[in-house]
């Protein structure tokens, strides 16, 4: 394969594929934390997030292609109100991004789910920065440890460390199937449910498409020949 000019192998197209993903659960992630015009807009977090889609997930980059044009319809008290009135309070929350919430049967937040995503973090030597306010099963948490293992898995497979990326990449199948991919969908309607910010609304379509576009991903994931 060659790609302007330079030849690469099969396990580099993969290792360039794979950064691709890192960066869409990494931008998604931040896509969720309460909205700053300086990041968002001026220095290309959504910019950044449609261009890794588009290489990553090309259904989900349809719904993003619109998201810079609908987050700049709103001024930032406009964006930060809704922010709030969705996933944070103080009334009840609209669109909870605690994944207990959905996954327990009492719709609880720091259910079994979460004790198990805790362990998940420690067997990776993780832990919550003392500064994050939020519960370790927060939306932007489990982005960013999704995040976090296919970074492991980049690093093992730069080493030419095919077991270890392999652990990497099942990690990441566990994570999806038993927590992440799970509730995401179910978090993506409720905030379509409850709000008309056309931002808000396009985050949702495109994370839900993204997530169940990933559940395929990892459940069929095989790595080259190295």
């Known amino acids: 394969m060659t790609v302007l000019g330079e030849e690469l192998t099969d396990l580099d197209a993969f290792i ?9 659960y990494r931008l998604l992630s931040a896509c969720f934390y309460q909205p700053v015009r300086e990041l968002f807009i001026e220095e290309g977090l959504l910019r950044n997030l449609v261009s890794a889609l588009r290489t990553v997930c090309p259904e989900a980059a349809g719904y993003a292609d619109t998201i810079e044009e609908a987050y700049a319809r709103y001024n930032d008290e406009e964006l930060l109100v809704e922010y709030a009135r969705l996933f944070v ?11 207990s919430v959905y996954l327990e049967k ?17 067997e990776e030597g ?45 990690k990441q199948e566990h994570f999806m199937n038993s ?4 509730w995401t969908g179910q978090f993506c309607e409720k905030i379509n449910e409850n709000t008309k910010n056309d931002f808000y609304r396009t985050l949702a379509d ?3 498409v993204f997530i169940r576009n990933e559940l395929r991903r990892v459940n069929a994931a095989k790595l080259p020949h190295i």
């Open 89 to 99: 309070g103080p009334n009840e929350l609209l669109a909870a991004p605690y994944g």
């Open 206 to 208: 495109c994370t839900a």
């Open 179 to 182: 927590f992440l991919g799970r």
């Open 126 to 170: 993780l832990t919550i920065d003392s500064d994050f306010r939020e519960l370790p099963d927060h939306i932007t948490v489990e982005l960013e440890f999704m995040y976090y293992l296919i970074a492991k898995e980049i690093e093992a497979l730069a080493r030419n460390e095919v077991s270890a990326a392999h652990q990497h990449i099942k």
């Open 106 to 122: 009492e719709r609880r937040v720091m259910g079994e789910s979460t004790l198990e995503t805790i362990k998940m973090y420690q």
């Open 16 to 24: 360039r594929s794979e950064r691709s993903r890192s960066d869409c």
